[in-house]
């Protein structure tokens, strides 16, 4: 599986970004998706997953009720809407996909694309 994430950019704060990952593969459908972020000095960190059967999903506390993760496996893309950005959510987004594990734990994903910057200026 291949990876690509787009959408990252330059947003005031209370503003609003929409990332996309588009996957490679005929089995997108078996992967779990996952959205990963790492800001400068820090480690990566969880945010978002949903469930290869698109039925669950999860979020870290810091973006509940701000962030959804959608995806349309029809398309092989994922999407994480953000709204209500913050400064504190500047980092380099990662997408990732995990073959039929649900779990915040980035070890579990095999697979990881590029990375997308985002930037929330105050």
């Known amino acids: 599986v291949q990876l690509q994430a787009s959408g990252g950019g330059l947003v005031q704060a209370g503003g609003s970004l929409r990332l996309s990952c588009a996957a490679s593969?005929?089995?997108?459908?078996?992967?779990?998706m996952g959205w990963f972020r790492q800001a400068p000095g820090k480690e990566r960190e969880f945010v978002a997953v949903?469930?290869?059967?698109?039925?669950?999903?999860l979020y870290t506390d810091s973006v509940k009720g701000r962030f959804t993760i959608s995806r349309d496996n029809a398309r092989n893309t994922v999407h994480l809407q953000m709204n209500s950005l913050k400064p504190e959510d500047t980092a380099v987004y990662y997408c990732?996909?995990?073959?039929?594990?649900?779990?915040?734990?980035?070890?579990?994903?095999?697979?990881w694309g590029q990375g997308t910057q985002v930037t929330v200026s105050s």
């Open positions: 990732a996909a995990g073959f039929r594990v649900f779990t915040t734990n980035p070890v579990r994903y095999g697979y």
């Open positions: 949903i469930s290869w059967t698109d039925i669950s999903t």
């Open positions: 593969g005929r089995t997108f459908s078996s992967y779990t």
